[in-house]
């Protein structure tokens, strides 16, 4: 049984959530985030890039298959192929250009 954190758990606490936390206040659209905030996006996106999916639907696939292990990852919300489709293409990408710029 495993006992301690995942890699990638442990790749993303290098991430410093307070710069990223200002980055997306800067660039905030005019409507909150309700279940699929910010950060659960960019932590999909992070482990899409590592995995080296192709495809929106390869990357929900892949995402929903380890279900049970994203919390631990840091991803809190449910992730469907529209709900990350659907962040992708309405919210700005300044924040991750003035979070990777930091």
Known sequence: MHKGRHVF???????PQSVFRQSVARHAGRYPTLS?????????MLFAQLTTRRSLRDIVT??????PKMYHAGIR???ASSTLANANERRSRLFYQ???CT
């Open 36 to 44: 699929f905030s910010h950060w659960d996006q960019l932590l999909c």
């Open 62 to 67: 892949s995402l929903q298959e380890q279900q």
């Open 77 to 79: 919300g449910n992730v």
């Open 9 to 15: 758990a442990k790749l993303c606490l290098h991430l």
């Open 98 to 100: 003035d979070f990777a």
